[in-house]
C-alpha cells in the first residue's frame, strides 16, 4: 500500500530537549516536504526535498533542521525546541513538487 | 507566503444540498489541486485541474478554473454527512520551483 508514514504521532516534550520527527514514502517519489498547521494559519511549509541530498526552505524553516540520505526518508529534527514549536506537522511525498501529494497521518507535538 | 484563499471559512449544509467552495489566488499557476482533511488527519488529495483546463469532474465533485479571475471552485453535489471535513486549494506558482502553497482552507459541516 502507497503509503507516509510519520512517528510519533503524538509527542510532548520540554523547551530545549532535542527530539527528531521521521517520516518515510514508499513510493520512489523525489519531492518531500514538511508542513506546520497551526489554527487561523493554514499549512505552512517548513522545508522541501526535491532529490537525495538536495534540501531547501520552505516558509517558516526557523528552529527547524532536515537531511535527506536516503530517497525514502526525510526527518524532521528540532534542535531545542520551544513552545511557539507546539503545532501540528505533516509530512508529504509526491513524485514531483506540483503534482498530487500524499500526506502523512501528522505528529502532534507539544513544547511545554 | 499564501497563494490561495479559500471563501468560505466555513460552509454548514443539509445532507443532500449542494456545497460550493471558492478559492483565490495571487500569481500565474501551472496547476491547481484540491485537498480534503478529516479532523486532525492528513490531507487526502481530490482532485488536480492544469492551468489550461477549466473543468474537471470526479465523482460527485466538480473543479472550474479561471485563469483570468484567478480562482476556482470545488462543487460536492448530493452532499452526505460523511463530506464533513476541511477543504484546502493548492497552488503551485509559475516559477516556484513547483511547490504547493495551501490555503487556509474551508470547514464544511454536513448535518444529517
Known amino acids: 500500500e502507497a503509503q507516509v508514514t510519520q512517528n510519533p504521532r503524538y509527542l510532548i516534550t520540554v523547551t530545549g530537549k532535542k527530539l527528531t520527527v521521521t517520516c518515510s514514502q514508499n513510493m520512489n517519489h523525489e519531492y518531500m516536504s514538511w508542513y506546520r498547521q497551526d489554527p487561523g494559519l493554514g499549512l505552512r511549509q517548513i522545508y522541501y526535498?526535491?532529490?537525495?541530498?538536495?534540501?531547501d526552505k520552505g516558509d517558516v524553516p526557523e528552529g527547524y533542521k532536515v537531511s535527506r540520505k536516503e530517497k525514502r526518508n526525510f526527518p524532521l529534527i528540532l534542535e531545542s525546541p520551544s513552545p511557539n514549536q507546539t503545532s501540528l506537522y505533516f509530512c508529504?511525498?509526491?513524485?514531483?513538487?506540483?503534482?498530487?501529494?500524499?500526506f502523512g497521518q501528522g505528529t502532534r507535538l507539544t513544547v511545554v | 507566503s499564501q497563494q490561495g484563499e479559500e471563501d468560505p471559512q466555513a460552509l454548514s449544509i443539509q445532507e443532500g444540498e449542494n456545497a460550493t467552495m471558492n478559492c483565490s489566488y495571487k500569481t500565474s499557476i501551472n496547476n491547481l489541486q484540491w485537498y480534503r482533511q478529516n479532523s486532525g488527519r492528513g490531507l487526502v488529495h481530490l482532485i488536480l485541474?492544469?492551468?489550461?483546463?477549466r473543468e474537471k469532474h470526479s465523482g460527485r465533485l466538480r473543479v472550474t478554473l479561471d485563469t483570468s479571475k484567478k480562482s476556482s471552485s470545488l462543487l460536492i453535489t448530493a452532499s452526505r454527512a460523511a463530506d464533513t471535513a476541511s477543504y484546502f486549494c493548492a497552488t503551485d506558482g509559475v516559477g516556484s520551483q513547483g511547490n504547493l502553497i495551501f490555503g487556509k482552507g474551508t470547514k464544511l459541516s454536513v448535518k444529517p
Open positions: 526535498s526535491m532529490n537525495v541530498e538536495v534540501t
Open positions: 485541474i492544469r492551468s489550461n483546463e
Open positions: 508529504a511525498s509526491s513524485q514531483f513538487g506540483n503534482t498530487e501529494a500524499f
